[in-house]
């Protein structure tokens, strides 16, 4: 079965760094999307980023514009395996982190950040003095 499991997360001051990985299995992986989201408490669930398949002709990456310039995702095919970078971190930043991927193939990443049905169990970060 489809299984994705982040970790990377922990306690950090701001302006530190972390990286996220997140390990997938049970799907071939090199065909999917993945992104990341965030939830802090109290709020909604925010997309953050989404990297598509390299085998997707018009593939991209995209960034929310809370972490633009400041994460960063990233993708082993080989390995099954997708990273979120994480720079210049803010207490702001603090939630619990999730992969997800599409249950459609060469799904393009967009602002849109829909139709996720695969989720991991996050990863919990903290950002704080």
């Known amino acids: 079965q489809v299984q994705l499991v982040e970790s990377g997360g922990g306690l950090v001051q701001p302006g530190e760094s972390l990286r996220l990985s997140c390990a997938a299995s049970g799907f071939p992986f090199d065909s999917y999307a993945v992104g990341w989201f965030r939830q802090a408490p109290g709020k909604e669930r925010e997309g953050i980023s989404c990297?598509?398949?390299?085998?997707?002709?018009?593939?991209?990456?995209y960034y929310a514009d809370s972490v633009r310039g400041r994460f960063t995702i990233s993708r082993d095919d080989e390995k099954n395996m997708v990273y979120l970078q994480m720079n210049s971190l803010k207490p702001e930043d603090t939630g619990i982190y999730f992969c997800a991927t599409p249950s459609a193939t060469y799904y393009y990443c967009s602002g849109y950040m829909v139709g996720y049905d695969y989720w991991g169990q996050g990863t919990q970060v903290t950002v704080a003095s």
């Open positions: 990297i598509s398949s390299l085998k997707t002709s018009n593939g991209g990456i």
